[in-house]
């Protein structure tokens, strides 16, 4: 009957293969030049460096001291997320949410330097929390550095990502079930029971992955606060391997050893998942139901929500202290604006792609996974989680070594670095698109084909209003992580012509310490402003009052 | 003409822009400055590039891959008179011609210490509460300085030292950056690993006599910056003229306080004043590139094992 309407009126794109190819062309796409840039590294690849990988017990520690710090940073993080996760779905009136949801946005894009920068300036030896404790009369004086250090960066980035995400599949939770669970009076431990738990132990697997695998690549933080050699990962002994021995053929080794850890996990844990997806019923709870259990554990909430906020705020606060001497003086000059102008065309760019690449796999995905291919699903969902696994260090050398003749200027440098920021963003904003993706209600979609509102129609009317808060919120996450990105640009991007984060690099390596803070600020405010921004143009004309959250970070190498 | 180079050498507060408004002035040919991440981004650059390189020259390799630069056979002898350079060791070499130079040293600060070490044996013997940021060697340059630097002094006792050393590191970073800014001007340690050079900044820029170098007893290892010419340029004339240019004040008088460096030409009174209040290195110590190159990896190593163990 469907072909019928369709040969009578066509709306614009109604062609059901508008839904598959473009998004299977960009599977392609994308798998040949990840599979380029590796290939790339690979023609370098010689066997003799395998045995070498494991005949060097400091490179067996390393991989062995990845894994561990990755499993222990996960841990605490998801540990810490799931009360403040309940916290928040609790609490639905609690006054600093907006703040903290804001600020649970903003942590995960923050470039590693500034992050560290705060980090440091609070927790540091000479920072305000020893001093904090050296007024309250405690003698005990914290340390950072060390495995402690680069637990507590981790849980700064991490907790936050997985409490959003954990508060969104809450939020799926149905409308009538919170209805019921009202009606029989459950108390707080069993609505955990009943509710919460179900939801949240579908959702462990592939988030615990996801946090492991960014703990696991985490390269700047673990080199800064690990101490020394006793705790760096894979990515240092691939970036040294690339970078000080152009040793291509051990830096591939070591790819391929981090691509089988993460790449393994992944694909367990997407098992699991897929299991979870039958969720029950598809609507979105549009309005909240009051949750019964809210009033008793409302002080205890509100305390922990406070602290959690001012756990993240603190660094934050600490940056712009330091950064506001330097803040004057870096406003009056071009330097500031041609950077930020620069950084925001190839963030804009870059997210604007990384988002029509993650709605057109979405769509391949799901329309292939509706009739039954699974194989072709799963390729195309991979297809944007690669550079999850590849290192953009990685990824890029092995683009540059294919390229290299053909490089040449500015303009061709940025376009590059807007290609691999866009697609270094991908993974995370397919994570946000894809649970309200999953959440349309199939009757609808059903009803809507035979009506015949399909291809852009379908799109704009149905799609569009549920879709439209996970696109803001994925474009200013694509958009964060591009205007923090130090790793791409130092490979493609000319110096003469800085970006933001190239030009704080510039500055303090002329000493221009004052300036780089205030740069530092600059490049913090815009990243709130950003998430400001967008969330608002969110809330405006959104017909449902829909919390769509979730994530984002890579690790910058430079 | 095309030269690879490093940021901040280019960036606005680097010596570059100065260089290449006088430096055009005088050849009537347009001077185009790529700036690459690192030193060790240039050499990096240069190899993966090969003959289809676009640079004339590169200006910027440190002397510790000098050796690794020359093996790359894509460098071409300079055949200009180097008799100006006043350099602290005796500069004879056909493809590479230094334009400045600097110690690496510990940089304190004279609010959170008084009495620093005044050796490295002092350093190492010092109390586990006197903390040192260090750079990584195997991701920076001044990481890299270092462990020649314990090296040279110690010889093959240098991974014992090593481990005396541990109990003062406060941390290993990864490059330079992070060490001098998110965490010596946060104040977590009075010490630094840096470059003798780097108070001059602070005295003539900042005005301020906070942060000092110490001058240790068994010298100091030398950080030469070199230039070279690229033998598939297209320019060599111009190539070979602008590293004759080099030498010459109107190019040396931009590197103290731009560069954060001492000029490679005797400068006279050109030469900022605070420069007359670094420290003096009772002796100059450096490897020859080769030996570098040779032992580089072996000393890593013997590094890695001596600190993780």
């Given amino acids: ?558 | 003409m095309t030269i690879y180079t490093y940021p901040s050498f280019v960036s606005e507060w680097g010596p570059g822009p100065a260089i290449k408004t006088s430096f055009e002035a005088r050849c009537d040919c347009t001077l185009e400055f790529i700036a690459l991440d690192s030193s060790v981004a240039i050499l990096h650059r240069l190899r993966l590039e090969g003959e289809s390189t676009r640079a004339d020259l590169v200006l910027g390799l440190d002397a510790n891959i000098m050796a690794e630069a020359r093996k790359t056979g894509l460098l071409a002898p300079h055949g200009i008179d180097t008799s100006a350079l006043e350099l602290p060791i005796n500069w004879q070499d056909d493809i590479f011609v230094p334009y400045d130079w600097g110690y690496f040293a510990f940089v304190y600060d004279t609010e959170q210490l008084t009495n620093p070490p005044s050796s490295l044996e002092a350093l190492i013997d010092a109390p586990d509460d006197l903390k040192i940021i260090l750079q990584d060697p195997r991701t920076s340059t001044p990481g890299l300085g270092f462990l020649l630097w314990m090296r040279h002094v110690y010889g093959d006792q240098a991974p014992e030292k090593w481990q005396a050393l541990q109990d003062n590191i406060l941390t290993v970073s990864k490059g330079w950056s992070d060490a001098y800014f998110s965490l010596f001007m946060n104040g977590e340690a009075p010490m630094v690993l840096s470059y003798s050079t780097s108070p001059a900044y602070h005295m003539a820029v900042d005005n301020t006599d906070r942060y000092q170098a110490v001058a240790f007893e068994e010298g100091h290892y030398l950080q030469v910056e070199v230039a070279a010419l690229v033998r598939t340029s297209q320019q060599p004339a111009l190539a070979r003229q602008f590293l004759e240019f080099m030498l010459t004040p109107a190019f040396q008088q931009e590197i103290p306080l731009k560069n954060v460096m001492y000029p490679a030409i005797d400068l006279g009174q050109q030469v900022p004043d605070v420069f007359d209040r670094l420290i003096d290195p009772p002796e100059t110590l450096y490897f020859q590139p080769e030996t570098v190159a040779d032992h580089r990896k072996q000393w890593i190593d013997e590094w890695l094992n001596a600190t993780t163990r």
């Fill in chain 1, 1 to 558: 009957m469907a072909q019928r309407d369709y040969a009578l009126i066509a709306p614009p794109l109604a062609h059901p293969a508008w839904r598959r190819w473009p998004g299977r062309i960009i599977a392609l796409v994308l798998m040949i030049i990840v599979a380029a840039g590796f290939g790339g590294l690979l023609t370098e690849w010689q066997w003799q460096a395998v045995p070498a990988l494991w005949q060097s017990a400091y490179l067996r520690q390393v991989i062995w001291f990845s894994i561990y710090q990755a499993a222990v940073s996960t841990a605490l993080s998801l540990t810490l997320a799931i009360p403040v996760a309940r916290a928040l779905h609790r609490q639905s009136r609690f006054r600093g949410r907006g703040l903290l949801l804001r600020l649970t946005e903003l942590s995960l894009v923050l470039p590693t330097i500034v992050a560290v920068f705060g980090l440091v300036a609070v927790y540091g030896r000479s920072g305000w929390f020893n001093a904090l404790l050296e007024t309250l009369g405690l003698p005990a004086s914290w340390n950072l550095y060390g495995l402690q250090g680069i637990l507590l960066a981790h849980v700064f980035f991490n907790a936050p990502l997985a409490a959003r995400i954990m508060l969104q599949s809450m939020e799926r939770i149905p409308a009538n079930q919170w209805r019921l669970a009202a009606q029989l009076g459950l108390g707080s431990s069993a609505i955990w029971r009943a509710l919460e738990w179900p939801a949240l132990r579908r959702l462990l697997p592939g988030l615990a992955a996801f946090v492991f695998t960014l703990c696991f690549t985490s390269f700047a933080i673990v080199m800064t606060l690990g101490g020394g050699p006793k705790s760096t990962t894979v990515e240092v002994a691939i970036y040294q391997a690339l970078r000080y021995e152009f040793d291509f053929s051990q830096a591939a080794v070591l790819a391929v050893v981090q691509l089988l850890i993460c790449g393994s996990l992944w694909a367990l844990a997407s098992r699991q998942a897929s299991a979870g997806s039958l969720m029950p019923g598809g609507t979105v709870s549009s309005d909240q139901w009051p949750r019964r259990d809210a009033m008793p554990a409302h002080r205890r909430d509100r305390l922990l929500l406070l602290v959690f906020t001012v756990f993240l705020l603190l660094p934050l606060v600490a940056v712009a202290v330091r950064g506001f001497p330097g803040l004057y003086g870096e406003l009056t000059h071009t330097r500031l604006w041609t950077s930020l102008g620069r950084s925001l065309i190839v963030a804009v760019t870059a997210a604007s792609l990384s988002i029509g690449f993650g709605l057109a796999i979405l769509g391949a995905s799901q329309s292939d996974t509706r009739s039954g291919r699974k194989w072709q699903s799963g390729f195309i969902e991979a297809s944007g989680h690669l550079t999850l696994v590849v290192p953009a260090l990685v990824l890029g050398t092995g683009l540059f070594v294919l390229l290299r003749p053909q490089l040449g200027n500015v303009s061709q440098g940025l376009a590059l670095v807007t290609l691999i920021n866009a697609l270094m963003a991908l993974p995370f904003v397919i994570q946000v698109l894809r649970g309200p993706f999953k959440a349309f209600d199939p009757r609808s979609l059903r009803l809507a084909d035979q009506f015949n509102v399909r291809g852009w129609y379908r799109f704009r009317l149905l799609l569009l209003p549920l879709l439209k808060r996970p696109l803001l919120l994925g474009f200013a996450y694509a958009a964060g992580l591009s205007l923090g990105d130090f790793s791409v640009i130092a490979l493609f991007g000319s110096p003469s012509s800085p970006t933001l984060p190239l030009l704080l690099y510039q500055q303090l390596s002329a000493y221009q310490l004052d300036d780089a803070a205030g740069t530092a600020l600059v490049m913090l405010v815009l990243l709130f402003g950003i998430f400001f921004v967008l969330h608002r143009l969110g809330d405006g004309r959104s017909r449902y009052r829909q919390e769509t959250p979730v994530p984002v970070r890579k690790q910058a190498h430079a």
